[in-house]
């Protein structure tokens, strides 16, 4: 696909109005999910429930960047980024922590929760497929809830090993791979912002 420079944005009533629903539907998931998993003992749970934290973060992000300039843009981004790159170490540590004191995570609880979850993200992924390519600032949001389908998908699966091992392991070794996934696409994203600044920083030149 070539760079004809044409991002999209969220230049009207019905994009952020996409955007409002995002961030409502990940901020009562978050909650959800959090009560979840500190009841199931679920570091997976717990880590999905970051996530949608994140998420909603950075949409409420977007919608304070609409129709600002490219530095705010950038900056917004990378405050995106930095945010998802401290969930994702707190959930390192979370994980390190319950494999020390030990964890009794409820298989069908994980399923349930994150069954719940994928259904919310999937619908919120089609919605902001739009920004898919847009500024970085939106195109953060996208990437947030990919990274929310894959770990709902992956919390599933480890909520029907735990389930038939009777161990936490699956659910330490998800919870861990989730974080690992998190800190990925926060270093992608900050790395993308750095680069918007630059170019907000490079003068334009009328020919």
Request: charged share 15%; glycine share 8%; proline share 2%.
């Amino acid at each position: 696909m070539s760079d004809c420079g044409c991002h999209a944005e969220a230049n009207n009533e019905a994009e952020r109005r996409i955007l409002r629903i995002a961030l409502a539907l990940n901020a009562a998931m978050f909650i959800i999910g959090a009560i979840a998993g500190l009841i199931a003992q679920s570091m997976g749970l717990i880590a999905d429930s970051l996530d949608m934290l994140a998420d909603a973060s950075a949409y409420g992000i977007a919608l304070a960047a609409w129709r600002r300039s490219a530095m705010f843009k950038a900056n917004a981004a990378t405050l995106s980024g930095a945010i998802l790159l401290i969930l994702g170490l707190s959930v390192v540590a979370g994980v390190a922590w319950r494999g020390l004191m030990g964890s009794h995570p409820e298989g069908s609880w994980m399923m349930g929760i994150a069954f719940v979850s994928l259904i919310v993200n999937a619908t919120v992924l089609r919605l902001l497929d739009r920004f898919r390519q847009g500024e970085v600032h939106l195109r953060a949001t996208w990437l947030f809830t990919r990274v929310d389908v894959i770990a709902n998908l992956a919390v599933i699966l480890s909520g029907v090993l735990v389930l038939l091992m009777h161990s936490p392991i699956p659910d330490l070794i998800i919870g861990a791979a989730i974080a690992l996934f998190i800190i990925k696409e926060a270093l992608e994203i900050l790395r993308e912002a750095k680069e918007a600044r630059a170019n907000a920083l490079v003068p334009t030149t009328e020919s």
